[in-house]
């Protein structure tokens, strides 16, 4: 399996403030995914990070509204820009050695 | 695109019944299905998988079959306990660089 961890676990957040989760991954991989999981909710694929390139976003999902960083093999960070009540859901990282999805502990975000 | 349909999405057994909870896939050229359990406030993690070259799997209490031909795969927990009441997502993917698909979810609850 894979150790993930991400930060910060949790977070409370102003409307219209941005906030950044970094997810840090214990061996070299080519793509790490951010997910967002709302309330009761499944799993929803946000991006795919890739080193050295772009991220791939997912329909419904924007650069600009959630910029993506990917520095190098083992890390990656989540942008939440301009956030609203809309956004308040569970963040998790995630990473593909193999077949398998591994998951991050999450990040709880609530905003006012 | 794979589109994954999971039953029920509320499950309610007494302790030391079987649980039965069922996926359905559309892409016929998805050849992993792997199960997760995710426990309040945690992350998912995954607990059985299968690979379509295989009918059934198990691991002491649970197993997985799938029908290839209907394109449904299930999980089966036998003798259950309070601590698998847990929320169950089933997924299927083609494998490789593909990204898996995932149910909506099943909530698992275990009455002692």
């Known amino acids: 399996s894979a150790v993930i961890s991400q930060k910060p676990s949790r977070d409370i957040c102003q409307r219209g403030t941005s906030l950044t989760i970094q997810c840090q991954v214990d061996?070299?991989?080519?793509?790490m995914f951010w997910y967002r999981q709302q309330p009761g909710q499944s799993l929803t694929l946000i991006a795919t990070?890739?080193?050295?390139?772009?991220?791939?976003?997912e329909s419904g999902f924007v650069i600009d509204k959630f910029p993506i960083s990917r520095p190098n093999l083992t890390f990656s960070t989540l942008t939440v820009s301009n956030m609203s009540p809309e956004d308040s859901s569970i963040y998790l990282c995630?990473?593909?050695?193999?077949?398998?999805?591994?998951f991050g502990p999450g990040t709880r975000l609530t905003v006012l | 695109g794979e589109n994954v349909e999971q039953h029920p999405s509320t499950l309610s057994v007494q302790e030391g019944d079987s649980a039965v909870i069922k996926c359905t896939y559309s892409?016929?050229?998805?050849?992993?299905f792997p199960w997760y359990k995710q426990e309040l406030g945690k992350r998912p993690q995954l607990i059985i998988d299968i690979r379509s070259n295989v009918g059934e799997k198990k691991d002491q209490r649970i197993a997985v079959t799938l029908n290839k031909t209907a394109k449904h795969f299930s999980l089966h927990i036998t003798e259950t306990q309070p601590e698998d009441s847990a929320v169950y997502f089933c997924?299927?993917?083609?494998?490789?660089?593909?990204?898996?698909?995932f149910g909506r979810g099943t909530s698992l609850i275990v009455h002692p």
């Open positions: 061996s070299q991989v080519t793509m």
């Open positions: 995630s990473e593909r050695p193999g077949d398998t999805q591994y």
């Open positions: 997924a299927a993917s083609r494998g490789g660089s593909y990204i898996p698909t």
């Open positions: 990070a890739n080193q050295g390139s772009e991220a791939t976003y």
């Open positions: 892409d016929s050229a998805s050849n992993y």
